[in-house]
Structures are given as structure tokens and as C-alpha cells.
Nanobody, 124 residues
Framework: QVQLVESGGASVQAGGSLRLSCAAS????????MGWFRQTPGKEREFVAG????????LYADSMKGRCTISRDNAKNTVYLQMNSLKSEDTAVYYC?????????????????WGQGTQVTVSS
């Protein structure tokens, strides 16, 4: 069992930056692929970025390539999402999630554990 708690969401101006954090409980964090997803009302949850257990592989949604960086610190049981050059369309609730495998790491159904989400609002 893994419990995930996101933080770092805020209201920012377009062009600004935010760093989201996700703290995981338990001693098995290093066994999980970690991902960030986002969701807006009336839309499906969508993939933002993913990182493998040992950080040797990362994957980004096309909409975020070049504007965000996912990283993790297994010693701190934490995964991060650094977002730059934010746009109004980045406004969403951002969720972190844990999956047992890197396979299909961009797919919602591949993830077993989810946090409660943190709100990011970008105003133009």
C-alpha cells in the first residue's frame, strides 16, 4: 500500500513556474513507477509525465515537452514536477500516481495508487 500526498499547487500568472511535490508513505516507494496526471471538470484525466523506479527513463505528454521536468528522490520518498512557462490551459487539478511497472506508464489504468490532487490555476 502506498499513500500519496501532493503539494505545491497555487495560482500563478501565465509564463510563471511551479514545482509540485508528491510525498509517498511506506518503504516501497523505490519499487514504483511514478506519474503525474491532470484533470479539468468534464474532461478525462490526462497524462503529464512519468518516471521509472531508478529515474533512468522519463516520459512526457506532447503538451508539456520542454516545459516540465519530472524527478524523484527515492531517499525522501518524493516525486517532483517542475513546470515552467505555464499557460492558462495548464489549469487543472494535478495528481500523482504510483504504478507497479513502467509498461503503459502514460495510461491512467496502469496506476494503482493515487493522491488527492493539488489545484494549479494559471491566469492570463
Amino acid at each position: 500500500q502506498v499513500q500519496l500526498v501532493e503539494s505545491g499547487g497555487a495560482s500563478v500568472q501565465a509564463g510563471g513556474s511551479l514545482r509540485l511535490s508528491c510525498a509517498a508513505s511506506g518503504r516501497t516507494f523505490r519499487r514504483y513507477t511514478m506519474g503525474w496526471f491532470r484533470q479539468t471538470p468534464g474532461k478525462e484525466r490526462e497524462f503529464v509525465a512519468g518516471i521509472s523506479r531508478s529515474s533512468d527513463s522519463t516520459l512526457y505528454a506532447d503538451s508539456m515537452k520542454g516545459r516540465c521536468t519530472i524527478s524523484r528522490d527515492n531517499a525522501k520518498n518524493t516525486v517532483y514536477l517542475q513546470m515552467n512557462s505555464l499557460k492558462s490551459e495548464d489549469t487543472a487539478v494535478y495528481y500523482c500516481a504510483a504504478a507497479g511497472s513502467w509498461y503503459n506508464s502514460a495510461v491512467v489504468s496502469a496506476y494503482d495508487y493515487w493522491g488527492q490532487g493539488t489545484q494549479v490555476t494559471v491566469s492570463s
